[in-house]
Structures are given as C-alpha cells and as structure tokens.
C-alpha cells in the first residue's frame, strides 16, 4: 500500500447531471478513461505549450529571468501565467509573472504591474536550478514547464495547485509501485512502448545488488536509499508480466537481480521476507507480493530456487502470519494489527494455493471494513483538504485500518484502491460486485481527466496519509480488475 498518495479549481456537478454522468459510465469506458490518464501521468514530459529561457541561466544566478512561452493559434496570452521557482532540496516559488501578448515573460513585469522598483532591496530569484512553468489561470493546470524529467517513470499523483501538500516536490515523485502497476496496465492495453519504457528507466536505476529504491524524483532520481520489499517484488512480477504479454525476454535478468536480493532478506527460520534492511519487521503484504513474484519467475525459468523461494513464502504466509485462532491475515509476524489489503490481497493469495477453507475467515474479516452511506465533499481543513473533487451521490466501499488499539483513530474513510482490491478478490469467487463497482464510478467522475482519487476524503493527520489525489495505484487497479479479476497474480 503506498501511503502518499496538477489539477483543476472546484468545479460543482449537480446530482442529476453525476448521476447521468455515471450511469453512461460502463465498464469499458472507465477502463478507457483510467487508462488514459495513467497515460497523460507518464506522458507530462509531453508539453502542451514550450516554454524556454532566454538565457541559461546557472544555479548560482541571482537576480531577473526572462523567456518566451510559444502559444499555439488562437490561445490568449492572459489565459495564462509563468511562475518561477527555484531547486534546491524542493522547489522555491520564487515569482509568478503574467505573459506578454508577445509571448514573453520576465521577472521585471513585476516592476512594471506593481510599480515597485525592487533593485538594490532583493533578488526576484534566488540561487537554485531555475526552472519556469506556464500555468493555465482558470485551473492552475501546468501546461508547460522548461524542466525536462531524467528518468521515464510514472508521477504517482495529481496534485491541485491549491492544495496545502503541493509545491513539497511530491508532484514529481514515483513510487515504484506505481511504476510497476503502470507497466502491468500498458503491457495488458498492448501499450508495449510505454510499458518497456518505464522497465528502461527502473534498469538505469537498479544497483548491482539488485535492489531499487522505495521512490525517485522523475527529474532527479534518487530521493533517499529507503528500500522496501514488497515494492521490489511487485516491479519484477511487472517485468514478467511484460514478457508474457509481448514474449520479449529483455526484463528477465532484470527480474532475477530483483529475486536474488529480495532472497538476502529471507529469514532462515521462517521462510519469511523482510520489509527491507534497514527493519526488523516481516509484513504480510510484502510477503504475499513475493508469492506472486517468485511463483511467477519460476514457472518462466523453470529454476528450482524460485520455485523454492516460492514454497518457502508460502508456508511462511500460512505458518506464522495468519491466525488460526482469529481465522485472519495479521499485519506481520508478531504483529496482530488488521489491515484491509492483508486479507483482500491475502484472499487472493489463499485461492492461488487452493485454501478455500481458510478463505471465508478473511472475507468475514474484510466485512469490518465496509464502509456506506459515505460523501464526497470539499473541505479546507489542512487534514483533509479538498477543494477540487467532489460527488453529491452516495458513497460506499472499504476503509484501510479498523479503529482499535492498533490503530487508534483510524479514519473511516473509502481506500479507493483497497476498495478495487476487494472487488478484485470478490469477482474471483463470482460474487455480486456492482454496488462497490457503480461506487468506484462515482469517484472517478469527480475528475473530469478521468483518475481516481486515491480517498473519497482526506485523512492527512500522522499517522495516515490519505489525500483527494487522483492516484496511479487507485487508477491502475481500476484498470485491470476491470479488464478481468485474473489479469494480475
């Protein structure tokens, strides 16, 4: 579960016009709308407006910076403003400037609109990688920026401009579980372009002892060495899944590196794989994407140590992170904490082994979690800000952790992506999954680009992190339990 989870003002939709809306909403055209946004979150490299410099100006430069933006015909140049910031650690919003009807910008505008003569008092911009942005006013939506990204990874999420979280260099981070649930999307729409693109960029990013890091920066790359197991397992079963659908080997080896550190992680005793190594913790999450991984590189290679790894992984699941006697999925080894995904993705898990008869004890568990009759509304509150997205039909799905002990003051919120989760583990078994279905709609009408907000309200107090984000992984879920319950693991 990824925990963080640019867009457009509030916009208001009437409850007939959403209900319309989201009853011309089949299957087939939310897969569509979901597959196209996860496109447009990879492609933002792809400027809809060019914006430049006129000079180069260097990290040390302080002082004025001017450029052009090139609009294209019939665009107006008061439609827009360039804001300008500074990189150092983040980016520094240093001015926001409007455009020339030439198409030029410039710090000293601020001289002439405020009649201000700010030489000799300070430096409009400061030291830093300066990089310029063209926004579009109505909606704050960036439409061009004169920074170019290093690496071809997928932005995690969309960010309203408005939002107290933005401008802190989320909007330019990937978590590789979002990369990895991006690749299995476009492999499966037979978008082989994209898909391989991004294993391209993870390939760069691997160390020689084949891990990878928890998330980078699309223009930067590394962020912080924080390495976590179960974001690995799920980038090497992408890199399988790409194979299987386009039969080309490239990943394979990739994929093995991926295996055989995440083999370092295993504790002998048990079976089980470490959260990574800087923890002591076992999760079962992790675990259960390392069933699917090694179970999957095995059958490809036909090694008998993943095979193994595998079997091992298994019984680890079963022998020490499930609960007999609570007749659940803990959080971990040790750990009793409840989680929604432990028993939803563990029920997937439990009917890839053949034990239904453990199954009807998680999906009792997962009824804890339901949520119903919930809303969708705007809120300025800091911890649950929202000014954006909102829906007036009712709301039902699942929240990601149960108010006890474990979680004191856990949110009663609906988890979007565990949501679709759940659906995918109950269409498994056939069973009626319309209403959480009609639900998931409903959200995704909201955002009129067609992503799915990662919660249906934010929950930002730590420790939780849940944002009104429209989200890859809510979105790629979406996608591909949509295409058939059984297109992952």
């Given at each position: 579960m990824c925990c963080f989870i640019l867009a457009h003002s509030g916009h208001q939709i009437t409850r007939a016009k959403q209900m319309e809306e989201t009853s011309n909403f089949n299957p087939a055209s939310a897969q569509s709308r979901a597959l196209a946004w996860l496109q447009r979150q990879l492609d933002l490299a792809d400027q809809d407006i060019e914006i430049e410099f006129d000079s180069d100006y260097g990290y040390e430069y302080t002082g004025n910076v001017s450029g052009r933006v090139h609009l294209g015909s019939g665009e107006k140049p008061e439609d827009y403003e360039v804001q300008i910031f500074s990189v150092t650690d983040i980016p520094y919003l240093q001015a926001k400037v409007p455009l020339g009807r030439d198409g030029q910008f410039s710090?000293?505008?601020?001289?002439?609109?405020?009649?201000?003569?700010?030489?000799?008092?300070?430096?409009?911009?400061?030291?830093?990688v300066k990089v310029a942005k063209v926004v579009r006013i109505q909606d704050g939506k960036i439409m061009g920026s004169t920074e170019r990204p290093a690496y071809r990874l997928i932005r995690s999420y969309r960010i309203p401009e408005d939002d107290p979280f933005s401008q802190q260099g989320l909007e330019t981070r990937s978590w590789i579980y979002d990369d990895a649930l991006a690749v299995i999307a476009f492999s499966l729409s037979g978008d082989r372009k994209r898909a391989s693109s991004i294993l391209d960029s993870l390939s760069q990013l691997q160390r020689s002892d084949g891990s990878l890091d928890m998330s980078y920066d699309i223009y930067k790359g590394e962020i912080s060495p924080l390495i976590r197991s179960g974001s690995l397992a799920w980038v090497g079963y992408s890199a399988l899944k790409y194979e299987l659908v386009t039969k080309?080997?490239?990943?394979?080896?990739?994929?093995?590196?991926?295996?055989?550190?995440?083999?370092?992680?295993?504790?002998?005793?048990?079976?089980?794989?470490?959260?990574?190594?800087?923890?002591?913790?076992?999760?079962?999450?992790?675990?259960?994407?390392?069933?699917?991984?090694f179970r999957e590189l095995s059958l490809l290679t036909r090694e008998t140590r993943?095979?193994?790894?595998?079997?091992?992984?298994?019984?680890?699941?079963?022998?020490?992170?499930?609960?007999?006697?609570?007749?659940?999925?803990?959080?971990?080894?040790?750990?009793?904490?409840?989680?929604?995904?432990?028993?939803?993705?563990?029920?997937?898990?439990?009917?890839?082994?053949?034990?239904?008869d453990l199954l009807q004890g998680a999906m009792n568990y997962l009824s804890k979690f339901k949520v119903d009759s919930s809303a969708m509304t705007?809120?300025?509150?800091?911890?649950?800000?929202?000014?954006?997205?909102?829906?007036?039909?009712?709301?039902?799905?699942?929240?990601?952790?149960?108010?006890?002990?474990?979680?004191?003051?856990?949110?009663?919120?609906?988890?979007?992506?565990?949501?679709?989760?759940?659906?995918?583990?109950?269409?498994?078994?056939?069973?009626?999954?319309?209403?959480?279905?009609?639900?998931m709609?409903?959200?995704?009408?909201?955002?009129?680009?067609?992503?799915?907000?990662?919660?249906?309200?934010?929950?930002?107090?730590?420790?939780?992190?849940?944002?009104?984000?429209p989200a890859v992984a809510a979105t790629a879920w979406q996608y591909f339990t949509l295409r058939g319950a059984g297109s992952i693991w």
């Open positions: 710090t000293r505008k601020l001289t002439e609109v405020l009649g201000i003569d700010f030489s000799g008092i300070f430096s409009p911009v400061r030291e830093g080309d080997k490239k990943y394979r080896k990739f994929a093995i590196r991926i295996a055989d550190y995440l083999l370092t992680q295993q504790n002998k005793k048990t079976g089980s794989i470490r959260g990574g190594p800087d923890v002591k913790w076992y999760s079962t999450e992790h675990n259960i994407d390392c069933f699917f991984f993943f095979e193994r790894a595998a079997e091992s992984v298994k019984e680890a699941l079963l022998n020490f992170h499930w609960s007999a006697k609570e007749n659940r999925f803990f959080q971990g080894v040790d750990d009793p904490a409840g989680a929604l995904d432990t028993n939803s993705w563990g029920g997937i898990f439990l009917l890839a082994i053949g034990r239904t705007h809120s300025n509150s800091r911890n649950s800000y929202n000014m954006t997205f909102m829906t007036n039909l009712p709301l039902s799905g699942y929240k990601p952790y149960l108010d006890n002990e474990h979680y004191p003051g856990a949110p009663d919120i609906i988890w979007t992506e565990g949501t679709w989760g759940v659906i995918n583990l109950m269409q498994r078994q056939q069973l009626d999954t319309w209403p959480l279905i009609r639900s709609f409903a959200i995704q009408s909201s955002d009129p680009e067609g992503g799915l907000v990662y919660a249906n309200r934010g929950a930002a107090q730590e420790p939780f992190e849940f944002h009104v984000w």
